[in-house]
């Protein structure tokens, strides 16, 4: 799953790709904002961790999973 998530008042986005579903990381930031916490920590596929500041949250692109294609394409 790709995640893509808009920091306000920077150019650059955070950008990594998870195992978890788009549904769990809908709750899981959506819960971080319901209950006004201060963070969201996420998990990407190698295991790192990232810890976003959920006052600082512009948006968050959830990506459709797809199988990533092999060979040549025309």
Known sequence: MDIKIGITNSPREISFESKQSAD???????????DKATH???????GRRFIIPVASIAYVEVGAEAARR?????
């Open 70 to 74: 092999v060979g040549f394409v025309a």
């Open 40 to 46: 969201v920590a996420l998990t990407d596929e190698k």
């Open 24 to 34: 769990e990381i809908e709750q899981a930031v959506a819960a971080a904002i319901g």
